[in-house]
């Protein structure tokens, strides 16, 4: 993600924990959304690429380009380079790392565009971002709506079961502790309980919630024009409910 590793969540920097993760959350539209373009591109920088799986996968189809994933988390990029080695995978940010038009096809998924909390990380992060850029390059990345409260439904009562590397039973659920309206921030967090652990292991987290206006201004302040945006996987329409807002930016 667009933060510093100082600030790396509890569930990414943990070895055991960045193991679930691609259990956690498993193969779907936005990943063949994503796919699709990287498919299609000559090189793609993945910011925030976690485990990897979205650079493997065009790997593994044979995509002959330069795929280069960076994260601050040490443990997922350990779970990536596992699976492929014949990949760049980069410990950092854009605040240590940067490229010059080296890119056609810069992307965030998974929501990585949501820890960016402060005004500045979003700055910083978009600058980079138009740094790595090739002049007809784009940017692709999407955020959950703010007005659909995708987070009224991160409750304990959702819990999700998965099995470790080990063999152990592992349950995980969130629950939303409290909102920032003003600045569009949600603190919650991620709860692992497995079977014979000591005690359950918490991450907190913090998401920023934008809405398609603001996002444009943040946007336009870093030399980037929208292009186009979808309210959803299928290239839907950008309506007030729809459950995302998928970005597709080019430098102005």
């Known amino acids: 993600m667009c933060q510093t590793a100082a600030v790396v969540d509890h569930s990414f920097a943990d070895l055991s924990l960045a193991a679930l993760y691609d259990g956690l959350n498993p193969w779907g539209p936005s990943d063949d959304f994503y796919l699709g373009l990287v498919r299609d591109a000559r090189s793609v920088l993945d910011i ?13 189809e044979g ?3 330069r795929l280069m994933g960076l994260d601050p988390a040490a443990a997922m990029l350990v779970q990536a380079r596992r699976a492929r080695p014949d990949v760049e995978w980069v410990l950092g940010d854009t605040r240590v790392r940067r490229w010059e038009a080296d ?38 990345f999407e955020t959950r709506n703010p007005a659909a409260r995708g987070w009224e439904r991160w409750t304990p009562e959702r819990v999700h079961d998965i099995t470790a590397d080990d063999g152990t039973p592992v349950r995980v659920w969130h629950e939303v502790q409290d909102e920032d309206p003003e600045r569009g921030l949600v603190r919650f967090t991620e709860t692992f309980s497995g079977a014979g652990w000591p005690a359950p292991r918490v991450s907190r987290t913090t998401l ?22 979808y309210g959803d996987w299928s290239r839907g329409p950008l309506t007030p409910t729809a459950p995302e807002i998928i970005t597709v930016v080019g430098r102005a």
């Open 103 to 140: 890119f056609d096809l810069v992307v965030m998924t998974g929501h990585a565009f949501q820890a960016l909390v402060r005004d500045q990380d979003i700055r910083h992060c978009l600058g980079g971002v138009r740094a790595a850029l090739a002049d007809d390059g784009r940017f692709v």
């Open 63 to 65: 995509h002959e380009g």
């Open 208 to 229: 920023r919630f934008l809405d398609a206006e603001t996002l444009e201004g943040f946007l336009t302040e870093a030399g980037l024009a929208v292009v186009e945006q």
């Open 48 to 60: 925030g690429c976690g485990t990897g799986r979205l650079l493997r996968q065009a790997r593994s």
